[in-house]
Antibody, heavy 116, light 106 residues
Framework: EVQLVESGGGLVKPGSSLKLSCVASGFTFSSYGMHWIRQAPKKGLEWITL????????YYADSVKGRFTISRDNSKNTLYLEMNSLRSEDTAMYYC?????????WGQGTLVTVSS | EIVLTQSPTTMAASPGEKVTLTCRAS?????MHWYQQRSGTSPKLWIYETSKLASGIPNRFSGSGSGTSYSLTINSMETEDAATYYC?????????FGAGTKLELK
């Protein structure tokens, strides 16, 4: 059974940093591109970043480019999202999802709240 | 960036009614994918590569389309189908989602 479990969310102040993790199981993690997708409260879904299976390529939405960094550790079956210079508009549920072109599996999400 | 426009934004359907949700892309895409999200839960893949049902999805659902126009159809609405449906393209970066169609039970 495929499982994706996110962690690391919380309440932080504007301008601060946070690092999210997503532990994968039930599939060969090292063979798949992985994504982070977020959903602001009562809003729709926003794709924010992708990392190839071997970390050779990474893509970002303009809204997070230069502030967020995606990475992975295939030896630990873990995906990461490092978020810097957080803004109130980054407040959202953050999901990791198995790729590459569509999102077959999603985690339960981890909530990030940016507020002073 | 490819913008996906879903219509209608909200609709209500009676049990047994046929329902069609549409998604229009600002540029041509190779495939469209669809997700269902119920309140308070993670989205679930519903249809991928335009017309393929994800595992466990009932066959009253179908998907079709090409180029810039796609649709998701429910042959006969059931109570459990009330949810928000999102379309998504993975043809070019950045990947994008439509704003969603909220389907309610009448």
């Amino acid at each position: 059974e495929v499982q994706l479990v996110e962690s690391g969310g919380g309440l932080v102040k504007p301008g601060s940093s946070l690092k999210l993790s997503c532990v994968a199981s039930g599939f060969t993690f090292s063979s798949y591109g992985m994504h982070w997708i977020r959903q602001a409260p009562k809003k729709g879904l926003e794709w924010i970043t992708l990392i190839y299976y071997d970390s050779s390529n990474k893509y970002y939405a303009d809204s997070v480019k230069g502030r967020f960094t995606i990475s992975r550790d295939n030896s630990k079956n873990t995906l990461y999202l490092e978020m810097n210079s957080l803004r109130s508009e980054d407040t959202a549920m953050y999901y990791c999802a198995k790729g590459p072109f569509w999102f077959a599996y999603w985690g339960q999400g981890t909530l990030v709240t940016v507020s002073s | 960036e490819i913008v996906l426009t879903q219509s209608p934004t909200t609709m209500a359907a009676s049990p047994g009614e046929k329902v069609t949700l549409t998604c229009r892309a600002s540029s041509s895409v190779t495939y469209m994918h669809w997700y269902q999200q119920r309140s308070g839960t993670s989205p679930k893949l519903w249809i991928y590569e335009t017309s393929k049902l994800a595992s466990g999805i009932p066959n009253r659902f179908s998907g079709s389309g090409s180029g810039t126009s796609y649709s998701l159809t429910i042959n006969s609405m059931e109570t459990e189908d009330a949810a928000t449906y999102y379309c998504q393209q993975g043809s070019s970066y950045p990947y994008t989602f439509g704003a969603g169609t909220k389907l309610e039970l009448k």
